[in-house]
């Protein structure tokens, strides 16, 4: 059999966008970009929105190993210790399928949650039950209302099925225009979009104001409310619009393993929504048939971990303030966070930009946002955040 060197390989996946789709993550971890199409303009950068896109690296040369891997939101701390042995435990159960014990983890989120278990639906990351949620509500066309700039996962889904997407610019604090996004809703309107905390700006929209917005559209068109990154609030749960199910509006909320609780790389994920909502997408998904046996048991034990996450949430605050000092003492501006990723205006082409900071063996993402060139920064540990603010001082200070 002849092998394919790895030069090769990435060349050869860079002639397709659905290559390029794939190609930030080879070295940089799991992939945060959706798994549909994707438009590139002639360097090679992905264009979300006339307002929105990401430079992408050039993957044709050999990258270095990172020091410090800044650029996929990952928590750096996990999974929890409890996790990992409950992992290690049933690791040689590998062999069987988990359906009762996934339903003791419904059970449980359920009841964290304040949900009845049909309101549960699990996947593997909450990224495959947006695509999925996607893949149902537009077989048929119609349009997607969200922010612009924000998570495109379900979004570029959506497109790739055949809607068209109406993309509403975020506020001057960038938090959702909802008046603007109610306003553009129609008759083809088949979803509102909403991540919040969003992504890639970390800016948070005002849950009192989100309630409302969700109480009265609900009644018109579904609305996807995306809360992956509300575990790094304090008050998380009394900001989450959860009980709003119960309340039978037609809202969905997705949440995720992978952020507070540090186990992106063990896809784990779910949705809260009517029972209504969740048969229409079974249709096309088994839901927690795509988690793993042991994910299952490191997700059960991660729960109860409380005080892992506590420390999760308490390092990236310590973290976010670091970088943020660092940043104000460079004269940058940064846009404040409510996740575990900072956003900041730079003075330099975004693709020179991520060759210069790859050089110095850090990892961060590039964009260009309403005609500014902008970096991402994932918070990883205290010493990541030190390797990153030398690395930023040598290449644009």
């Known amino acids: 059999m002849k092998t394919l060197d790895r030069r090769a390989w990435l060349k050869r996946g860079a002639l397709t966008a659905a290559g390029a789709m794939v190609m930030p993550h080879l070295s940089f971890g799991i992939s945060e970009m959706p798994k549909a199409p994707l438009a590139l303009d002639a360097q090679g950068n992905a264009i979300y929105t006339p307002f929105f896109k990401e430079f992408l690296p050039d993957f044709s040369r050999e990258m270095p190993v990172l020091e410090a891997k800044l650029n996929a939101n990952e928590n750096p701390y996990g999974p929890s210790p409890k996790a990992i042995a409950a992992l290690q435990k049933v690791a040689f159960k590998g062999n069987r399928y ?87 809703i129609d008759a083809d309107t088949k979803l509102v979009y909403i991540c919040n905390p969003n992504n890639p700006t970390g800016a948070m929209t005002d849950s009192a104001e989100l309630v409302d917005f969700c109480s009265r559209v609900s009644e018109k068109v579904p609305i996807f409310v995306d809360e992956a990154y509300m575990g790094f609030l304090e008050d998380g749960a009394k900001q989450s619009m959860v009980s709003l199910v119960n309340e039978g509006k037609d809202v969905i909320i997705a949440r995720t393993f992978s952020k507070i609780h540090g186990m992106a790389g063990l896809r784990v994920g779910y949705i809260v929504a009517l029972e209504s909502t969740l048969a229409k997408l079974e249709k096309v998904t088994r839901g927690g048939m795509g988690i793993a046996y042991t994910s299952i048991f490191a997700a059960t034990a991660s729960m109860d971990d409380v005080a892992f996450q506590n420390k999760s949430r308490t390092l990236n605050t310590a973290c976010r303030e670091y970088v943020y000092q660092s940043l104000d003492k460079m004269g940058f501006e940064y846009i404040p966070s409510s996740t575990s990723f900072i956003i900041f205006p730079i003075e330099m082409e975004g693709k020179a930009f991520l060759e210069k900071m790859t050089a110095q063996k850090v990892g961060v993402r590039a964009f260009e946002i309403m005609g500014k060139n902008w970096c991402r920064v994932s918070m990883g540990t205290m010493e990541e955040m030190k390797l990153f603010t030398k690395a930023l001082e040598k290449v644009l200070v």
């Open 98 to 184: 988990a359906w009762y014990e996934l339903f003791d983890l419904m059970g449980k989120i359920a009841t964290e949650e304040g949900v009845d278990i049909k309101n549960i639906m699990m996947g593997p990351g909450s990224s495959d039950l947006l695509e999925k949620t996607a893949m149902v509500l537009f077989a048929n066309g119609g349009n997607v209302v969200s922010a612009d700039p924000t998570y495109m996962s379900l979004i570029r889904v959506a497109e790739a099925t055949g809607a068209s997407w109406k993309a509403i610019p975020c506020k001057a604090d960038w938090s959702h225009d909802l008046k603007a996004m109610e306003a553009a």
